[in-house]
């Protein structure tokens, strides 16, 4: 596993939190970064994508003007910003590449995953 996601945790509903996505293997500035959440019981769906051609995009409703993607060129670190956290928004959270600069919107396309991080929201 070469990309390594990190800061989950546990936060009640209104809460913050900011995922990271890093490597030491590649530089991630030649890769579109797609983050993606697998809810209980729930298939994984993508949730954000920063490549290179157009700005980041965010694929479901219920996170958008929450979740924010960012990338540190400086330390090859892709983020999600995750702001006023819900219960629903509980579920393991996966950073993936794919080479290029697009951001396809099916997890199938893209080819290399992070471990995961769980995100649980509850009070």
């Known amino acids: 596993v070469q990309l390594q996601a990190s800061g989950g945790g546990s936060v009640h509903p209104g809460g913050s939190l900011r995922l990271s996505c890093a490597t030491s293997?590649?530089?991630?500035?030649?890769?579109?970064i797609g983050w993606f959440r697998q809810r209980p019981g729930k298939e994984r769906e993508g949730i954000s994508c920063l490549g290179n051609v157009a700005g980041p995009t965010y694929w479901p409703d219920s996170v958008k003007g929450r979740f924010t993607i960012s990338r540190d060129k400086v330390k090859n670190t892709v983020y999600l910003q995750m702001n006023t956290l819900k219960p629903e928004d509980t579920a393991v959270y996966y950073c993936?590449?794919?080479?290029?600069?697009?951001?396809?919107?099916?997890?199938?396309?893209?080819?290399?995953w992070g471990q995961g991080t769980l995100v649980t929201v509850s009070s």
């Open positions: 993936a590449t794919v080479i290029g600069g697009l951001c396809p919107f099916g997890p199938s396309e893209y080819d290399n």
């Open positions: 293997a590649f530089t991630l500035e030649h890769f579109a």
